[in-house]
């Protein structure tokens, strides 16, 4: 049951993701990406939200909680996750670890799609490795 419970929530949250997408670059063209700022943000103050409500108000069902945070906001932005991962780990008292998973995120997921891109452009024969 809690993978249909993602399944349908990432749907809903894709979708959602498409529409504020496509509403930025009609809003702000193309100069900049507004959207992906405005959906990484908006997703983790939702993903906060829902976590601290989830925190305080313990009786809520689990399926709700997977439906909204993995399912809904994960599949409006995984960058949610990201941002809670590092919350938990600086309230935890591990702010060192904090910065090293922030950098080390940012770093080796930037040069992996770099690494990427190379790749695919190696193997169409368009640059050499």
């Known amino acids: 049951m809690g993978f249909l419970l993602v399944f349908i929530g990432s749907g809903i949250g894709g979708m959602a993701r498409h529409g504020v997408s496509l509403l930025a670059l009609k809003c702000f063209g193309t100069s900049f990406p507004f959207g992906t700022l405005a959906i990484n943000i908006t997703g983790s103050f939702l993903v906060g939200m829902v976590v601290e409500y989830w925190a305080i108000k313990t009786g809520l069902p689990q399926p709700a909680r997977l439906f909204l945070t993995t399912g809904v906001i994960g599949g409006f932005t995984t960058f949610s996750t990201f941002s809670l991962e ?44």
Do not use: C, K
């Open 86 to 129: 590092t919350a938990l780990l600086w309230e935890r008292g591990q702010p060192i670890y904090a910065a090293i998973y922030v950098a080390a995120s940012v770093a080796l997921s930037t040069g992996a799609l770099f690494a990427g891109l190379r790749l695919v452009r190696f193997l169409a024969g368009r640059v050499a490795l």
